[in-house]
């Protein structure tokens, strides 16, 4: 009876050890699953991490090319603009000097015309003078004559009469003394005539001066070219910097399984260590006494 029980205790000791090993088995196989499936789990996290990095670097790399190629074609466009508004500026500034011009030289031929006119003028105006002043005088001169014809006249009927004595003296005298009257008026309308002709003269230089003065009013300043506008500067470039390149993300490291598990000889050494040693010599002396 006692050798059926120690060989029961000792199924039973071994069952419940290899039991054991086998639920420690399981229980490493069930952690090394989920250990494989975290590390899984973690390299596509890795790789995932990785390749939105990777896009992320190459669009803001393509966004800042873009953002450099917007700011030049801006920038390009700016300058040339300023440079086109430089040109028209000056294209204006030379059309105006060149109208300013055109209109002063214009200015100047007609006072030039105007000085013409004024001198042809001036020049007619004396010369109707003189003729006036000549004519005058041509006629002072048959007045002249007229008077001294009709004195010699009067003079050779008074001596054709034959007076003599006072009578014929006075009547003499008579006709010398209003030849004198006569030849004083003529002299004293020959000096009003000559100032008269005088005051014309010079009225009519006035009138010239005066035209020449009002022409000259007239006349155009001499047109000065503007300033020239300053030179666009070229428009000021941003520097724009590259984006880093990404750091790759670290590893994933496959974890550790730490749950021990037993093979045969372990099984059975613990088996021993547990007690199955005991039951072993047990079964044996309940075959082979020690006395016998």
Do not use: C, W
Not at 112 to 125: E, F, M, W
Not at 131 to 139: D, Q, S
């Amino acid at each position: 009876m006692a050798l059926v029980q120690a060989a029961i205790d000792l199924f039973t000791g071994y069952t419940s050890s290899k039991a054991a090993a086998a639920e420690a088995r399981k229980a490493k196989r069930l952690e090394q699953e989920r250990l494989d499936k975290d590390f899984k789990y973690r390299k596509e996290i890795y790789d995932y991490e990785n390749r939105r990095n990777r896009k992320q670097f190459k669009f803001a790399k393509k966004e800042t090319e873009t953002a450099r190629l917007n700011q030049e074609r801006n920038a390009a466009y700016q300058d040339q603009t300023a440079r086109n508004q430089y040109r028209d500026v000056l294209a204006i500034r030379n059309f105006e000097y060149a109208k300013d011009v055109r209109a002063y030289n214009e200015s100047e031929r007609i006072y030039g015309r105007q000085r013409v006119l004024n001198r042809a003028a001036s020049t007619l105006a004396l010369q109707d003078e003189s003729r006036r002043y000549n004519e005058l005088i041509k006629g002072m001169s048959f007045e002249h004559q007229d008077m001294l014809t009709k004195m010699l006249k009067e003079q050779g009927a008074v001596e054709a009469r034959g007076g003599q004595g006072v009578s014929a003296g006075r009547l003499s005298g008579d006709v010398l003394a209003q030849y004198g009257r006569n030849q004083a008026i003529q002299l004293q309308n020959l000096l009003s005539a000559e100032r008269e002709s005088l005051r014309s003269e010079k009225q009519i230089q006035f009138d010239q001066y005066q035209a020449d003065v009002a022409a000259d009013a007239r006349r155009m300043l001499q047109p000065l070219m503007a300033p020239a506008p300053t030179a666009p500067l070229p428009v000021p470039r941003a520097i724009l910097l590259d984006p880093l390149d990404p750091d790759p993300a670290p590893r994933p490291v496959r974890g550790v399984n730490t749950i021990q598990t037993h093979s045969g000889l372990t099984i059975a050494s613990n088996f021993l260590q547990g007690g199955g040693a005991s039951g072993i010599k047990g079964v044996i002396n309940s075959f082979f006494p020690s006395g016998s």
